[in-house]
């Protein structure tokens, strides 16, 4: 089985919240897309609840969209404890960390339910399974925490 670097990752040695690059993959034509891990808590000591993480999964689609050029996905770990985020090219982790707090300072600050897309049975595959709430609070807290650029130094952003 091949081997994914994600899980080559010493998880006790980051220090979340950040963000790192896990790979540029380049492409037969020479495009590029890089992968990052966005962290939002740290691994092993805390998870994200299902309903909250999933809103965020929601808003962060279109949150990122508008701060980041060329962003291809947005998907949350299956141990909830932060994101993939894929996009053509190669921002700087500098660059996708205050995408990242900007759009959690939306979501805790700004967003009211009415601005959560995909809520509904037509445009959600488990649309009950929502808290905006939960969202909000996680985003304060992990904003409270303060996003590094860095995964093994606190460098915040």
């Not at 949150?63 to 998907?75: E, F, H, N, P, Q």
Request: hydrophobic share 35%.
């Amino acid at each position: 089985m091949a081997k994914v670097e994600s899980f080559q990752l010493d998880h006790t040695k980051v220090k979340a919240p950040y963000v790192r690059l896990i790979t540029v993959e380049k492409g037969g034509k020479g495009d590029e897309i890089s992968n990052f891990d966005l962290r939002l808590v740290q691994p092993n000591e805390n998870a994200i609840p299902t309903a909250g993480l999933h809103t965020i999964e929601h808003l962060l689609a279109g949150l990122l969209r508008d701060r980041l050029d060329g962003v291809i996905d947005c998907s949350p770990f299956g141990c909830r404890t932060g994101f993939h985020l894929i996009t053509w090219g190669t921002p700087t982790t500098t660059e996708v960390a205050k995408a990242l707090k900007s759009s959690l300072d939306e979501i805790a600050n700004d967003i009211e339910w009415k601005d959560v897309p995909g809520t509904d049975i037509t445009s959600c595959g488990n649309y009950r399974d929502h808290s905006l709430f939960s969202a909000k609070q996680w985003s304060r807290d992990i904003l409270a925490k303060g996003i590094s650029d860095d995964p093994f130094e606190r460098n915040v952003i």
